[in-house]
C-alpha cells in the first residue's frame, strides 16, 4: 500500500459515526485527496484536532490502488493561519476558496499549481488588514488554471488586442472580451470598462499579492470585474457556491447592524 506524507490543506471534512471523519484534502504533490481518518475525534495524539480549514498540516496517508479513498494515519501542524481564525471576513473568504477547491478539482493527479494558488491566497489574507479584492484574484486565477482561460486581454471574435480607454463586451459563454467593432454580433452578456478588463487581465497573470496590490482604490472596477467572474464560474462550472452568498448575507447584516 503505497505511502503518502507531505504537506496538505483540509478542504472539507464530514463526521462518520462516533469517532472518525472523512476528509477532503489538497496535497502538494497528488492533488485532492479524499480519506478516513479513523478515531479522529478522539485521538488527540494522531491528529490533535488539525484535520481542520486554514492550517498548514503534515499529513501522512496510505493509498490503496482498488479504493478512491485514502486511510489517513496522522497529520501534524506546519503552519496556523491565526489571523483568519480571528477576523470573520477573511474567514467568509477563506470559505469560498476552499469550497471552489472542493467542488471543482478532480481527485488525484499532480496539481501543485493548485496547492500554490490555495497556499498564497490562504497567505495573503492572513497577512493583509483587509481582504480587498483576494476572494476575486483568487477565482480569477482559479478559472484559469481549470484550463477555461477567459479571455480578458483580446476580443474573442477579431482577437484585436485590447488598449486604451472606452467601453467594452464581456461574453460569459464564449469566454471573453467582445471588442467594440464585434459587439454588433450579440454575443456580449456584460458591459466591462477597459480598465476593469486590465485589471482581470493582471489577476490572471501576477502572482496573488501583486495583483491585489494593482487595484488602488479602483473599487467600481473591482465590483464590475467581481460581477463577470461569478456569472463566467457559475455557467461554465455549472453551480453557485453556498458559501458566497452566505458571505454576502453575512457581511450585509453586519453593515446594516453598525448602520
Ligand atoms: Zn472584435
Not at 141 to 162: D, S
Not at 189 to 211: C, F, I, K, N, Q
Request: aromatic letters at 8%; charged letters at 25%; hydrophobic letters at 40%.
Amino acid at each position: 500500500m503505497p505511502r503518502y506524507q507531505g504537506p496538505a490543506f483540509v478542504l472539507k471534512k464530514w463526521d462518520l459515526g462516533e469517532s472518525d471523519q472523512l476528509v477532503s484534502f489538497l496535497s502538494s504533490s497528488r492533488g485532492k485527496l479524499r480519506g478516513i481518518a479513523k478515531g479522529a475525534k478522539r485521538s488527540k495524539k494522531r491528529f490533535g484536532g488539525l484535520l481542520s480549514p486554514f492550517l498548514l498540516v503534515d499529513i501522512e496517508c496510505f493509498e490503496n490502488p482498488n479504493r478512491d479513498l485514502v486511510r489517513i494515519e496522522r497529520c501534524s501542524l506546519i503552519h496556523y493561519y491565526a489571523s483568519i481564525y480571528g477576523d470573520l471576513e477573511k474567514l467568509l473568504v477563506g470559505c469560498c476558496a476552499l469550497e471552489f477547491l472542493e467542488r471543482v478539482l478532480p481527485e488525484r493527479g499532480s496539481q501543485e499549481d493548485w496547492f500554490q494558488l490555495l497556499q498564497s491566497s490562504l497567505e495573503c489574507l492572513n497577512q493583509r488588514a483587509e481582504t480587498g479584492p483576494l476572494l476575486w484574484v483568487f477565482f480569477a486565477k482559479a478559472l484559469n488554471l481549470l484550463g477555461l482561460q477567459p479571455q480578458f486581454g483580446q476580443c474573442i471574435h477579431c482577437r484585436r488586442r485590447l488598449g486604451g480607454s472606452g467601453v467594452f463586451g464581456f461574453s460569459v459563454p464564449h469566454g471573453g472580451v467582445v471588442c467594440g467593432a464585434c459587439i454588433q454580433k450579440g454575443t456580449a452578456t456584460h458591459r466591462a470598462a477597459s480598465d476593469t478588463l486590465r485589471l482581470l487581465d493582471s489577476w490572471v497573470m501576477l502572482p496573488v499579492e501583486e495583483g491585489i496590490s494593482t487595484v488602488d482604490g479602483r473599487n467600481r472596477c473591482v465590483r464590475e470585474a467581481a460581477r463577470i467572474l461569478e456569472a463566467f464560474f457559475v455557467y461554465h462550472v455549472g453551480r453557485e457556491l453556498r458559501s458566497l452568498r452566505v458571505m454576502r448575507e453575512v457581511l450585509a447584516d453586519r453593515r446594516k447592524v453598525k448602520g
